[in-house]
């Protein structure tokens, strides 16, 4: 059972800001926040991951709250190939299987 | 550099026929995931395999699933007499050497639709 909670789907305006949440509330001492997205069945893409700091890449940035209890995936500008379902996963380290929940379906609108 | 390389992308069988999908995965990646996707849900994890040896296979259903990641070539998932319910698509991940850390990730390939008449 995934050990994190997703909103089941959201909507975005093309160019403005996606902010897609997550909760896990029961994350252990060193496990990590990963997000990935699939598009459209295609196999899912890494997007993002971190432990306790935010980090900031060329797709998204991540914010991890002070208790780690909670996330956030930011896409700062959304476009319509961002439409896909996004899945926040914990895991120790990238050689654990990985556990997908439901996921939160984004659609970014024009 | 090549990402995770899957075929057949789609494969038809019929009941009882034998399905194998193959698995490429990234240069300097010695390790493999398989996943499950059934239509409308979120992937499953399957098996993980390291060259010639299987590491966690809790996710694979007892019967008629094996799978395979040999000194040589591609990582193979054998299903034996297929049935309608093995229809689903698989994807394969690779890594390499997991860090300590969590420092790096997974990679998927585009996956194999297998669909069992």
């Known amino acids: 059972d995934a050990k994190t909670t997703q909103p089941t789907s959201m909507d975005c305006a093309e160019g403005r800001a996606a902010n897609l949440p997550c909760n896990h509330s029961?994350?252990?001492?060193?496990?990590?926040v990963y997000w990935y997205r699939q598009i459209h069945s295609q196999g899912p893409q890494y997007i993002i991951h971190?432990?306790?700091n935010n980090e900031t890449n060329e797709m998204a940035s991540l914010i991890i709250t002070e208790d780690r209890k909670s996330s956030t995936l930011i896409l700062p500008h959304a476009t319509l190939r961002d439409t896909a379902v996004y899945y926040c996963?914990?895991?120790?380290?990238?050689?654990?299987?990985?556990?997908f929940g439901g996921g939160t379906r984004l659609m970014v609108k024009p | 550099n090549a990402g995770v390389m899957q075929n057949p992308r789609h494969l038809v069988r019929r009941r009882g026929q034998e399905a194998r999908l193959r698995c490429s995965p990234m240069k300097g990646h010695s390790h493999v995931y398989w996943y499950r996707q059934l239509p409308e849900e979120g992937l499953k994890f399957m098996v993980y395999l390291q060259k010639e040896n299987i590491i966690d296979e809790s996710g694979m259903p007892k019967e008629r699933f094996s799978a395979e990641f040999p000194k040589e070539g591609p990582s193979i998932l054998r299903i034996q007499q297929v049935v309608r319910g093995d229809s689903a698509a698989y994807f394969c991940?690779?890594?390499?050497?997991?860090?300590?850390?969590?420092?790096?990730?997974?990679?998927f390939g585009p996956g194999t639709r297998l669909t069992v008449l």
């Open positions: 996963i914990l895991a120790y380290n990238a050689g654990n299987m990985l556990t």
């Open positions: 991940a690779s890594s390499p050497l997991p860090p300590a850390g969590g420092g790096d990730t997974q990679y």
């Open positions: 029961t994350i252990s001492g060193n496990e990590y």
């Open positions: 971190g432990l306790k």
